[in-house]
C-alpha cells in the first residue's frame, strides 16, 4: 500500500514538472506576459507620437504663428500696428534702390534701409500713402534700438524726396502715429527743415558705407 501511495505521488510530481517546462517553453505564454508588463500599446499611451504631438499643438504649435510673423505686418498696413516688432514686412517700398542725398548715400531693400553706416530694420510699409516704419539697428551710432517713420514724395518731374519724420520712438506704435511729413511744403515741411533730396545713382558707383 505504502507502494503505491508513493507511486502516486511521484507521479504527481512528475507531471507538475513537466507542465512547468512545456509552459517555460512555450512562445505564446512568454508573448503574453511581455505584453502584459509593457508591451508597445503600453508605451504608446504613455508617451508615443499621439501625446508629442498634442502637447505640440497646445503649447508651440502651428496656430502661434498668427500672432507674428510676416503675415503680421501687412502691404499696407496703414495705421494698424505689426503684431510682431521683427516681422518682416510683405510688400517691398516702391523706393528701393541706391542714392545720394549730397551727404550719406542711402541704400534701400526690400527690409533695410543702409544710411551712411546706421541701419534700419524695416517692418511696416505702406505705399499707398508713401511712407514705412523701421527699427533703428543695435549698433547704430545714434538713437540706436529706437523707432523710426521714413515719409516720402515723388514730385511731377520725378524728384525723390523724404523725411525722417520720427528717428527716436519708444515703440512701433509711436513710429506709426506720428504725423506724416508736410508735402505741400518742401522748405519747412520735415518738422521745420527741408525735405532731402534722393539722387539716384549706379550700384558701381555706390560707396563703401551704406549697407556694407
Known amino acids: 500500500m505504502n507502494s503505491i501511495r508513493t507511486i502516486g505521488v511521484l507521479l504527481i510530481h512528475v507531471t507538475v514538472m513537466v507542465t512547468a517546462c512545456s509552459s517555460d517553453n512555450d512562445p505564446k505564454a512568454k508573448s503574453s506576459t511581455t505584453a502584459s508588463i509593457g508591451g508597445s500599446s503600453n508605451l504608446q499611451n504613455t508617451g508615443g507620437t499621439a501625446a508629442q504631438s498634442t502637447n505640440a499643438t497646445s503649447s508651440g504649435g502651428t496656430s502661434p504663428l498668427n500672432t507674428g510673423g510676416s503675415s503680421a ?44 553706416t546706421s541701419t ?36 511731377s518731374s520725378n524728384v525723390l524726396r523724404i523725411c525722417e519724420t520720427a528717428y527716436n520712438a519708444a515703440t512701433e506704435r509711436d513710429a506709426l502715429n506720428t504725423l506724416a511729413a508736410n508735402a505741400q511744403d518742401f522748405d519747412k515741411g520735415c518738422g521745420g527743415f527741408s525735405w532731402s533730396v534722393l539722387t539716384p545713382i549706379q550700384n558701381g558707383d555706390a560707396g563703401t558705407d551704406a549697407g556694407n
Open 120 to 155: 534700419f530694420h524695416i517692418t511696416i510699409v505702406n505705399n499707398s500713402e508713401d511712407f514705412l516704419i523701421a527699427l533703428a539697428d543695435s549698433k547704430n551710432l545714434y538713437f540706436a534700438n529706437l523707432w523710426n517713420r521714413f515719409d516720402w514724395n515723388i514730385d
Open 73 to 116: 505686418a501687412s502691404q499696407d498696413a496703414g495705421t494698424s500696428d505689426a503684431s510682431a516688432d521683427g516681422s518682416v514686412p510683405v510688400a517691398a517700398p516702391s523706393i528701393v534702390g541706391i542714392y545720394t542725398d549730397g551727404y550719406f548715400e542711402h541704400r534701400i531693400t526690400s527690409d533695410t534701409w543702409y544710411m551712411d
